[in-house]
């Protein structure tokens, strides 16, 4: 007999699916850990195959129509970033998607964009 | 939200830069605070495997071997111009969710350490953690109603802080005390990167290293 804690309703969200469920188990993407802010980028011109798709899949793929981070695709989804990566992963794979890493501060094309952040957050 | 004016078509646009800060510091000491009065706060969550000191606070019954758990972060983005983007990440404050700081920190510009006068220990592990990795950070004192007032140096030597590090006065409640205290980071970690490209500016290894 199930418990009480057994039921699929949450008391705010609604069904809830545990999220790994998504992700048919797997906790760890295929390929290199993506950084939070790398930018990601649906590529165009690219049918891909439905079957080879889930809802999910689907939905990230939509939000990188213009480029976008991946913190704000887990944010804006209310999906974990671990999901998110092994999501990203997957259309990956597939050739779906392109990624921008961000470029490590020690190698940004100079500082004067760093000047820049200076002067944007004066003004703010 | 996504960037726009980016060039598609060609493949050749500029792509957005993207810059991490982190905002650490203890337990309550301000930190969503802080993000809050410089952009609107969004949540991000992970899940995350769980950690021993964890495993007796999660409940591990109803659910079959439950193996992660959900850490809650703060997460908001400041916009300086199109394809400009400072992205500001709020440290989990709990010890037990340290494990996450090695990859929160990965290409991190630097760190504001929030710190309380009142538990200045609280901010320890954070200082020690952004020294020895070698990632530019300021100390931020948040100004707490009804605490006694100290002078940065005064925090400094209790908090031994190399004495090129800033320390700033801050009230975490005010957007102009958190961009100042986010542009002496940002200035900070300036200086940093040029003595790293340029030893000779400045021959210390812990900063230089």
Known sequence: MPSPDDHWLDEEAGPVVRPYALTRGRTRPTGEALDLIAIITAVRGVRPDPSSLGPEHRSVLRMCRLPISVADIASELDLPLGVVRILLGDLSELSLISIHHPIPPARLPDADILKEVVDGLRRL | ?209
């Not at chain 2, 982190?22 to 899940?47: C, H």
């Not at chain 2, 950690?51 to 019954?61: N, Q, T, Y």
């Not at chain 2, 006065?169 to 205290?181: E, G, L, N, T, Y």
Request: proline share 6%.
């Open chain 2, 1 to 209: 939200m996504a960037y726009a004016g980016s060039d598609r078509a060609g493949g050749t646009g500029r792509m957005p830069v993207t810059i991490k800060i982190l905002i650490a510091g203890g337990f309550g000491v301000g930190k969503t605070t802080l993000v809050g009065s410089l952009t609107e706060i969004r949540p991000l969550r992970t899940e995350e495997p769980l950690s021993e000191p964890g495993a007796g606070v999660d409940r591990l019954d109803g659910v079959e071997r439950k193996t992660t758990t959900t850490v809650a972060m703060d997460f908001g983005r400041i916009t300086i111009r199109e394809n400009l983007v400072i992205y500001l990440f709020g440290t989990p404050g709990q010890e037990r969710f340290w494990f996450m700081w090695d990859e929160l920190s990965r290409g991190a510009l630097g760190a504001i350490v929030l710190a309380d006068t009142r538990r200045l220990a609280d901010c320890f592990p954070s200082v020690d953690y952004f020294e020895q990795r070698g990632i530019p950070f300021v100390v931020g004192v948040n100004c707490f109603d009804g605490a006694r007032r100290y002078r940065g140096e005064t925090v400094r030597s209790a908090l031994d802080l190399d004495p090129r590090i800033p320390v700033v006065m801050c009230d975490a409640r005010q957007r102009p005390s958190c961009r100042d205290a986010l542009i002496a980071l940002v200035e900070h970690s300036l200086q940093v990167l040029r003595n790293r490209t340029d030893p000779a500016n400045d021959g210390d290894p812990a900063l230089t290293s």
